[in-house]
């Protein structure tokens, strides 16, 4: 499937020629299957699903609608949503109802549409990384400590191939070229893995996708969200301060010298405007020291 868009194309069994106007039919599909009513606008197409606001039960909701594409999805990613809503304690829009079906046309392809409470306040920052300080008050940084904490509370087997230890070992020596201090030493638990400035709301905090998260170093979210704040240092100590009960742990600083070499790897292909690859090596530096 050659699944094309403005931006370019997609290679799947069959051709897709506008990719949107797919994703709109299972959005509306769904709509049916579940009740619900579309919204005129606020629609959100992106590569992995599409979103809505929706009337359902009477009440303002999100519909996020995702086509299972086996070639470039992982599947643990796929049903990370519908996974979350077992774990208490974590500051994240609520799951109402959720159904998978399967898509005929032009092929048949797996469909899972979940229906969450609205969220209506804006992400903490459009940019992966942070470079200008966004509203944060100290409940703020509570509620992202207290999430942290009961997702690590939260025992599963989810796994991603990058998360673990000898991925991490091959990682580390690649980037560093130097061991790892021996006081360093990792221990692992439930962490969510795509932990970013543009997956999180303020003022008040919701991590508004919980598709990554599963097994990984313990203080992974942690240590990611730390790092990529460092192009605002006033942010970045206010994280530090609220989570140096993992950064600062043996394992915590592990976790921030994988976080750091993911990073740095990703920079290699994305712009860095705020210079975040040069202080991230200056971190580093100090951690291996």
Do not use: C
């Not at 992995?48 to 909701?61: K, T, Y």
């Not at 796929?78 to 109402?96: D, F, N, Q």
């Not at 796994?159 to 991490?168: G, I, K, S």
Request: glycine share 6%.
């Amino acid at each position: 499937m050659l699944i094309s868009r403005k931006s370019g194309a997609r290679w799947l069994p069959v051709r897709i020629e506008d990719f949107e106007e797919w994703q709109a039919g299972l959005l509306e599909e769904s709509a049916k299957r579940l009740g619900g009513v579309l919204a005129l606008d606020g629609r959100v197409h992106r590569w992995g699903f599409v979103g809505s606001p929706v009337l359902f039960r009477n009440e303002p909701a999100w519909l996020r609608v995702s086509p299972f594409l086996e070639h470039e999805m992982n599947r643990s990613a796929w049903r990370g949503t519908v996974a979350a809503a077992a774990i208490r304690g974590v500051s994240k829009p609520s799951l109402l109802h959720w159904v998978e079906w399967h898509a005929d046309a032009p092929m048949p392809v797996p469909v899972s549409a979940e229906v969450l409470t609205l969220v209506t306040e804006p992400v903490a920052s459009r940019e992966r990384f942070l470079r200008t300080a966004p509203d944060l008050s100290a409940n703020w940084f509570g509620d992202l400590s207290a999430s942290l904490a009961a997702l690590r509370a939260y025992r599963t087997d989810r796994r991603f191939p990058v998360h673990e230890a000898e991925e991490y070992g091959h990682l580390l020596s690649a980037t560093y070229r130097r061991p790892v201090p021996a006081s360093h030493v990792p221990a692992f638990g439930t962490e969510h893995i795509d932990l970013t400035w543009g997956n999180i709301t303020a003022p008040h905090f919701q991590i508004i996708d919980m598709e990554h998260w599963g097994m990984a170093v313990t203080g992974y979210g942690a240590a990611y969200l730390y790092l990529t704040a460092l192009g605002v240092p006033a942010v970045a100590a206010q994280v530090h301060a609220a989570l140096a009960d993992v950064l600062d742990t043996p394992t915590g600083m592990y976790a921030q010298l994988v976080a750091a070499a993911l990073i740095l790897r990703n920079l290699t292909r994305l712009p860095d405007p705020g210079g975040l690859a040069d202080r991230l090596h200056r971190h580093t530096d100090t951690l291996l020291t």
